[in-house]
């Protein structure tokens, strides 16, 4: 029996139905999409505030120089309720941005500072900010700033630290001028931990910057400086929006412009006045008193102590003390004396230091020769006073009582005091002359001069009544005949034409006999009929 032979047939291949072919082609898709979503998504990060004013999910962008980079996903309070955590989405771009330093804080609408920013936020809506630190550390988790950030991190400039006892008239953005200029503006302040004073950052604008070194002086300049001293009144003021706002200013002597500039997060004084700030600094301060018998109002603490006009230190405290021995009250007034300003300009002694190595002996020597301490006016229109320092060869003789601490100078009484003795020298002459024979002698000469005055009255006054009398009389009839309708001016008048004709008829005969003379022998010869 024949087997017939087996056919080999070829497996079937397995085939994809074409109705499948779609769904699969949009999986691809979507794993790809899926991919490239992971792959770009950026960083999530949650920024804490104190309230969620102007935050919406799904709304508030997070922004960088005007540019979207995130979108805050959800909104919610935290879990003791005291902020409210905001949770973000930023683009990939975005990722190296996150150091530990980068700052968060929501842009609306703010007035601070005499500066008014986030006007846009009206129409668009609050958005985030945000500020690229320098850190070199990332971190994904953020405290919001209240207040936007004065300058950002990327602007050139310096920031300094000012130390002050109290704030005054500064905020946050409170302008700070050099020369007028304004080149900077305050950051942040904070109270002290011991509540001494407080702490203010600031910062100065490139290139200005440069213009602060370790000797520059920082002074309040906001609203108007008044002052009344012994120079009168004088006025200071920075600019306009100083006035209404406040301000600082800063400015550096003239003999410390060379130095180097000084590095940043230095520390400075802030000055409550630019006077104040701008004091000179003395490295030898000797102090004495200055006892006055006479009265010292208009004297107060911080009073010049001058020497012929310039300014050789002030007055640093002023008290009573009473002598037991004498049983006299007297004023004594404290002063701190610069040594260094007989110095500073000598060619032949070094800059700074003392005249003398022995300063009790040049000062008993300058007493011998009459130096005295005195009260003086500096203006009338303040009374304000000040020590005046000058010799007065006239004075009585006085030493330095160097037993007391500080050492006592003499003292001299002021021209005012003076003033006051003479006049009270002048009022004891007075007492002394003879008031009641003057007065006598006085009330005599009265007495005749009334009997004068009535002599007058009874004989001199009625003959010069009567003559006036007649004298108004003549003047009347005088008046009365000038008068143009009187009798006499019609006869004067009448006269003046008579005469007129009179005239007329010699001149016609003149005429006829010029003309006729032979009619002075013949006469007049007649008219031919």
Known sequence: MNTPDAEVVPKRRWRIPWVWIVPLVAVAIGIWLAAQAVLEKGPTVTISFKTGEGLEAGKTKIKFKNVDIGLVKTVALSKDYTRVIATAE??????????????FWVVRPRVAGGSVSGISTLLSGAYIGMDIGRSKQDRRDYTGLETPPIFASDVPGRQFILKATDLGSVDVGT?????????????????????????????????????????????QAGGIDVTLGTDGLKVNTQSLVSILIGG???????????????????????????????????????????AFDGSVRGLAVGAPVEFRGIQIGEVSAIYTRFDPVTKRISIPVEVNLYPERFTSRFANVP?????????????????ARGMRGQLRTGSLLTGQLYVSIDFFPAAKKASIDWSRTPPEMPTTPSGLDSLQDSVNRIMTRIDKLPIEELTASARQTLDSTTRLMQGLNTEVVPQAATTLAAARAALDAAHSTLMPDSGLQQ????????????????????????QHPEALLRGKPEDKK
């Not at 930023?90 to 700052?103: C, F, G, H, I, K």
């Not at 407080?198 to 000797?215: G, Q, S």
């Not at 006045?273 to 490295?283: G, K, Q």
């Open 351 to 367: 800059k700074g230091g003392r005249l003398t190595n022995d300063r009790k002996e040049l000062a008993d020597v300058l007493v």
């Open 491 to 514: 006869d004067t008048a009448e006269a003046i034409r008579e005469l007129t004709r009179t005239a007329v008829s010699f001149r016609s005969l003149a005429d006829y006999l010029q």
């Open 175 to 219: 302008p700070i001028y050099f020369r007028r200029l304004q080149v900077g503006q305050v950051t942040a302040f904070e109270l002290d931990k011991d509540g001494s004073g407080v702490t203010l950052h600031v910062f100065v604008n490139a290139p200005y910057d440069r213009y602060v070194n370790a000797d520059s002086r920082f002074w």
């Open 248 to 290: 600082l200013a800063f400015e550096t002597p003239a003999v410390s412009l060379s130095w180097a500039e000084a590095p940043r997060d230095t520390v400075f004084t802030l000055h409550p006045t630019r006077a104040d700030a701008l004091r000179v600094r003395e490295s030898i301060v000797d102090k004495y008193v200055f």
């Open 90 to 103: 930023l683009t990939r771009d975005a990722t190296n941005m996150l150091v530990d330093d980068t700052r």
